[in-house]
């Protein structure tokens, strides 16, 4: 048995060396992450004053723009795109009645931009009336099949691979990982388990109205078209409280619409880490702040150094941007 | 090694052993304790046409009547009765001022019965405008010092052993426990882990709206009077859609207020069980089912053999009823 014990001691300190240098090995070893890896090693320590117990290690991540790439417009507004392309011919009045007729000759953009009302009635007509076993299905089929109109990759590979570590590290460390993303909660998670890791009672979103209906021989919960409840800006903080029950511990956004989580989060006692992701790569990715119709990142970035938030400058922070 | 080996093949039969033997010990080894664990034999068993995978193992829970009684009615009444008694002095309009006048002189049940509008100004009154960790404070308060009126235990102890069991049985074979509950969600959450083993994030409940509030010194959640969404009957397949995403494949409750929660459940495809706690004993707990104000069971209760649910007997099933 002591040969044995020898041999455990031996492989759990190997496991320890191993971790130090390994955790996020596509984050160069810059500020950023130094002080992510300080955070958590502060509060997983049991002898740290800073300690925080694991069922309170409460991790939040907005998903466009710092999860996976949000340009040049948000992936699910491709994704309704192909839905209104793959639904027009049951609806012939879409060919001239807008905003279905601009979508159907390619305009995606103008599409969604010429008003709020009408970026509603194309989420809504790729949706509404569907149930929701149906729209699952109808979500995992695209995400195996959709190409990313700039690089022709699937979308789970335009995730970051920084940020893949960084949940598993989380992940490892006790933490729970949450999406709160101002995009459509029922598009998000047939796919994020997948993808992230994270099960489907995770995530966080922008919802539709829904309604039961049962029949003979079903019982259904069918999507309806109205919009309940948007997971934007103050809609965060307040969508964090009615599904996870906790202010978190940590927050990690890219843009504006993040600001009300990441100061819900860090403005709580004890330890706290806000992180913003910054797209500063214009080459690997994309360069964008202060004046991008998608993921405008501007009072977030004043607020960050007198509110102690990590900036990640994405060119300088991470050896790589993409998985293989 | 050898040696070593024959130890832990030895210890992990004798595991085995001990657990066909020993789960669910609170139960008397009837119908209804063998269907559950061949449910729960079928879905895990890997070789079974019937497996389920971990990740879809959700079962949802009722609370009031299927955690943990409710009669003669709901705790969290008995909760807001003591929240208007401790507020009583900021409010001297309170002391002629329906429902709050009776309430103040002991007539609980007048108070809430009176009508559906009284009842929500009186739970308003118990949490509205209290920020999110205020409130969730006064309720784990109220849990540690409150006592039931029958027994003068306190409310943790309430809960049905044979029930506690269960979760654990289920989470020890993979399963994903969520409370589903009419009560309200931040009155459950603040407790629930401590009790059940249920995390904040698994409880969903009828929920109050709530707003964002940024001051120079706070970020805070705060609680407003408006019920925002009520969880009971057809809002309970709704809220287990928004909350946790995926159908379950076991439902567990005990009143009409489940019928809809349970229809949904076992209509999916694959291995069902839905299960309906019958109170038939009066003697170690209420007995109640179709006339009772509380809990009532009617429907449900009608629908349960040609839809296949299991009913279980509280005094024949039951060895014990709460814990030591």
């Known amino acids: 048995m002591k040969g044995l014990v020898t041999l455990l001691t031996l492989l759990i300190s190997m496991g320890c060396m191993a971790e130090s240098s390994e955790v996020l090995p596509s984050w160069q070893d810059t500020a950023a992450r130094q002080r992510i890896i300080a955070f958590v090693t502060e509060v997983t320590d049991p002898a740290s004053a800073n300690h925080v117990p694991a069922s309170e290690r409460i991790a939040v991540f907005d ?3 710092t999860l996976w790439a949000e340009q040049p417009i948000y992936p699910q507004l491709f994704f309704v795109a192909d839905r209104i392309r793959a639904l027009a011919s049951e609806h012939p009045e879409w060919q001239t009645e807008e905003p279905f007729a601009s979508m159907l000759k390619g305009d995606i953009a103008s599409a969604f931009g010429s008003s709020h009302d009408a970026a509603i009635k194309l989420v809504r007509a790729s949706q509404a009336e569907l149930d929701t076993d149906t729209f699952d299905q109808v979500v995992r089929d695209w995400m195996q099949t959709a190409r990313h109109p700039a690089t022709n990759k699937p979308y789970s590979k335009m995730t970051y691979q920084p940020m893949r570590e960084l949940l598993t590290y989380l992940e490892s460390n006790g933490f729970k990982n949450f999406i709160v993303s101002g995009g459509g909660i029922d598009f998000m998670r047939p796919w994020t388990e997948a993808v992230y890791g994270i099960p489907p009672e995770r995530v966080v979103g922008s919802r539709v109205a829904k309604r039961f209906e049962l ?5 259904r919960v069918v999507h309806e078209g109205t919009l309940e409840f948007n997971d934007d800006k103050e809609g965060k903080p307040i969508g964090i409280s009615q599904h996870i029950g906790r202010r978190p511990i940590a927050a990690f956004g890219n843009s504006d619409g993040d600001l009300q989580m990441l100061q819900w989060t860090t403005a709580g006692a004890g330890p706290r880490l806000g992180v913003i ?24 970035l004043d607020q960050a150094p007198q509110r102690g938030w990590v900036v990640v400058d994405m060119k300088q922070d991470w050896q790589r941007v993409f998985p293989e």
Chains 1, 2 share one sequence.
């Open 277 to 300: 992701i910054h797209h500063t790569d214009a080459e690997r990715e994309w360069a964008y702040d202060r004046e991008s119709s998608v993921g405008k990142l501007s009072e977030a």
């Open 215 to 219: 029949s003979d021989d079903s019982a």
């Open 63 to 65: 998903n466009d723009g």
